[in-house]
């Protein structure tokens, strides 16, 4: 058996913890397909919050207490920059954590793509999955808000990683500019008066070689409970992805990261809000769709306290879905991939 999951995001990662025991249970090969949207470059180095999170946490190295980051980490370098006057000040990087961002930007800046970087991180880690980045190309997820004049630090806007420019602003009119999401997540925890998200370069990017290949010879593709809005629809924007999925022979199986009309973690209920979709099972369900209808899901498995949640053309069930240890993350994809 083949099994693809499309993920991002700490829940994404704690996910695959259970695909992965289930796969070697049943004998599967396992691909993920990464979220790169989050990517961006602090201090010249590209850092990729998504693929860290997963290979940390898949490699036993996240920091089980934050969810993100390493366990044990430092933060000297952090506290140098900061004597420093260096910014931005709100998005640190830890001393254990530099050190992969030093190491994937000098393979980049060598020419390198990042699906072969990603590879060379991984043989350290041993996360025991193919681990593929949705695409090698640029891809950022901005946020458009209204306008502010002390948005956007210049240490990221100089490194590209906000479209914050006069004629960017200009251009979506109304005192609204873009700035990268991390800003708006960390910096601003979502609390900006905001009007919608982009996902800058999607159109241009191609899928990282393997993907296309992995969701073609899938037996079944799986969408992780990450969030929807910036962890799945960033992947699905990259030219040719969403084709892939809705296309291939292999069923698709989505598991809701809403549980009794609340996120487990994190801020998706923010993010849904912003695209106008109600934060519940039934709201992101219908927000992928059915496949027969265009959209993207042939099954929904929703938490046991949603078990009344209807998805037009979609077969839903119910199963427990809080991932408090391994043994219950692996029922809940055992359930999944029992509804393929």
Known sequence: MRIVVLTGGIGGARFLLGVRAYAQEVGAEVTAVVNVGDDLRLHGLRVCPDLDSVMYTLGGGADPERGWGRTGETWTVKDELAAYGAEPGWFGLGDKDLATHLVRTTMLDAGYPLHQVTEALATRWQPGVRLLPATNDRLETHVI?????????????????????????????????????????????????????????????????????????????????????????????????????????????????????????????RCLAVVGVECSAAGVGQLYGARTAGGLLDGWLVAEEDAQTVVPQVTVRAAPLRMTDEAATVAMVRAAVEMA
Do not use: C, Y
């Open 145 to 269: 808000v209204s306008a502010r004049s002390e948005l956007a630090s210049p240490a990221v806007t100089n490194n590209a990683a906000v479209t914050n420019d006069a004629a960017v602003t200009n251009g979506f009119g109304g005192g609204q500019q873009a700035i990268h999401f991390q800003e708006w997540w960390v910096r601003h925890r979502a609390q900006l008066p905001t009007h919608r998200f982009v996902f800058v370069g999607a159109e241009a990017a191609k899928p990282a070689p393997g993907v296309a290949e992995a969701i073609a010879e899938a037996d079944v593709v799986l969408i992780a409970p990450s969030n929807p809005v910036v962890s799945i629809t960033p992947i699905l924007a990259v030219a040719g992805v969403r084709e892939a999925v809705t296309t291939g022979p292999a069923p698709v199986v989505g598991v809701s990261p809403i549980i009794g009309g609340a996120p487990v973690r994190g801020m998706a209920d």
